[in-house]
């Protein structure tokens, strides 16, 4: 018993005097020294998007001239975009952006948000926005951001728009053909063909040409503008004792690029007469 008692008690003494030790916590990792998120992935043409880059020292050293630094992977950036503006001191370097902000200490952070715009003309396709955090005593490595995407600048179209009126003095009747672009591109090589109906003479015209000795007029304007309009006319003469409606026509035959409204291509007017003296439109 007196053995049992004096193990007992030496037991206790060992573990009130033995130091706990906690389980080891995991410590918290670093931020990545550089990353970026854009605005849009989806380009065209004249886009205009912004990307934000966040960027980290996590070095034990001053980074001393920081930049931050924006690339395309395998390409050249600037083949694509052109620097818009940034929130910080921003510039154009060897086919790439930077953003530079002095030096960075150890540990701490910056951020910036660049405005850029795919230029007119820029290499399409898929590619990579990469990102890295530069010194002038040491550079962290470059990682990889989104995929982005420039596409085809989207096919261009003109509305081109058609009428027909009519005025009548005594008894010759001159229609108007005007040509409108609704746009949204400008319109060239456009041409409307125009006709009078039997049982009128023709007179003359003014920016139209006849066909032949037909009763076929071509109208053409070379080019016009998206929102402008144009006209043209020709005269043609009532014949004498004639009766009735007659129905002239104009209809849009070529222009460039596509039109792609056909409803507004081709105008009508209807005008009459009555033993060829009384005539209307």
């Not at 940034?86 to 948000?113: I, K, M, Q, W």
């Not at 004792?241 to 007017?269: C, E, Y």
Request: proline share 5%.
């Amino acid at each position: 018993m007196r053995a049992t008692n004096l193990f007992r008690a030496a037991l206790v003494t060992i573990v009130a005097g033995a130091t706990l030790i906690a389980p080891a916590t995991a410590m918290a990792e670093d931020p990545p020294t550089s990353t970026v998120t854009a605005s849009q992935t989806q380009l065209q043409p004249g886009t205009v998007f912004t990307v934000h880059q966040t960027l980290f020292n996590k070095a034990d050293f001053t980074l001393e001239g920081a930049k931050g630094a924006l690339y395309s992977k395998d390409s050249i950036l600037l083949d694509r975009v052109t620097l818009v503006s940034c929130t910080g001191n921003c510039y154009e370097y060897d086919g790439h952006v930077r953003a530079s902000f002095g030096d960075l200490p150890a540990g701490a952070s910056r951020e910036v948000t660049y405005t850029l715009k795919v230029i007119d003309n820029p290499v399409v396709g898929p590619w990579i926005l990469r990102t890295q955090l530069v010194g002038d005593n040491y550079s962290f490595d470059i990682t990889s951001g989104p995929d982005m995407v420039i596409g085809s600048a989207p096919a261009q179209a003109a509305d081109v728009a058609v009428g027909l009126t009519g005025s009548v003095s005594g008894s010759r009747i001159t229609y108007t053909v005007s040509v409108k672009n609704n746009g949204p591109a400008d319109a060239t090589g456009i041409n409307v063909a125009a006709a009078y109906p039997s049982g009128l003479t023709y007179v003359g015209t003014n920016g139209c040409t006849r066909v032949g000795t037909t009763r076929n007029l071509n109208c053409a304007v070379a080019s016009l503008a998206s929102g402008a309009t144009t006209t043209k006319t020709f005269t043609a003469s009532v014949g004498l004792l004639a009766t009735g409606s007659f129905v002239a026509t104009a209809q849009r035959t070529a222009s460039s690029p596509n039109d792609p409204a056909a409803a507004n291509d081709k105008a009508s007017r209807t005008c009459s007469a009555l033993l060829g003296l009384m005539v209307r439109c």
